[in-house]
Every structure is written in C-alpha cells, then in structure tokens.
C-alpha cells in the first residue's frame, strides 16, 4: 500500500514563498514520475510542475520562474518551493506519483492548502 503525507501548506502574504513537502511510504522506489496538482474552488485540478526519475522537469506556463520542483529519491520525497506567490495561487495542493513508467497507475496525496492573501 503506498501512502503520501504532504506538508508545508499554510497562509501566506503576495510575494511571499512557501515550501510543500511529500513523502511516499510503501513499495515504491525511486518513483517514473512525482508531481503537483492544485485545484481552486470552483475550478479543475491542473498540473503545477513535474519530475521525472532522470530529472526532467514540467512546469505550467503561470509557475514558471516562480516555482521549483525536485526530488530526492532516497527519501521518495518530492519538494515544491515557491516564490513570489500570488493570491490566484491559492488553492488546495495535491502531490502525485507514479511508481512505474509501464503503468499508469498513481497515487495521491490527502492535499495540503496554500492561501495567499494579504
């Protein structure tokens, strides 16, 4: 059974930066693929950033610059830093994983909410 705890949510002021955690317990190592999802009230879940297992990255056009993602796979780990956040960032964060590139199954976290606002 693969579990996810995510952390690091929280109130934040514009301009402000945040740090979301998320560890992967259970048969999973070195996962194909960890990533972001936010879904703001009264809108779809969307991708936020991606990594893959050799390292490349994905990130939506409205984080880029702003946003980092990175793993450390030892710790099945996967890390958001955000900066310069804004108030249309607000929205309840999601971690996802993907074990196994031949599957695809996934994984999600239980979601941790970011709220920027001054």
């Known amino acids: 059974q693969v579990q996810l705890v995510e952390s690091g949510g929280g109130l934040v002021q514009p301009g402000g930066s945040l740090r979301l955690s998320c560890a992967a317990s259970?048969?999973?190592?070195?996962?194909?693929?960890m990533g972001w999802y936010r879904q703001a009230p009264g809108k779809q879940r969307e991708l936020v950033a991606a990594?893959?297992?050799?390292?490349?990255?994905n990130y939506a056009d409205s984080v880029k610059g702003r946003f980092t993602i990175s793993r450390d796979n030892a710790k099945n780990t996967v890390y958001l830093q955000m900066h310069s956040l804004k108030p249309e960032d607000t929205a309840v964060y999601y971690c996802n994983i993907r074990p196994w590139g031949y599957s695809s199954t996934n994984y999600w976290g239980q979601g941790t909410q970011v709220t920027v606002s001054s």
């Open positions: 259970g048969s999973i190592v070195s996962a194909y693929a």
């Open positions: 990594i893959l297992r050799d390292g490349n990255t």
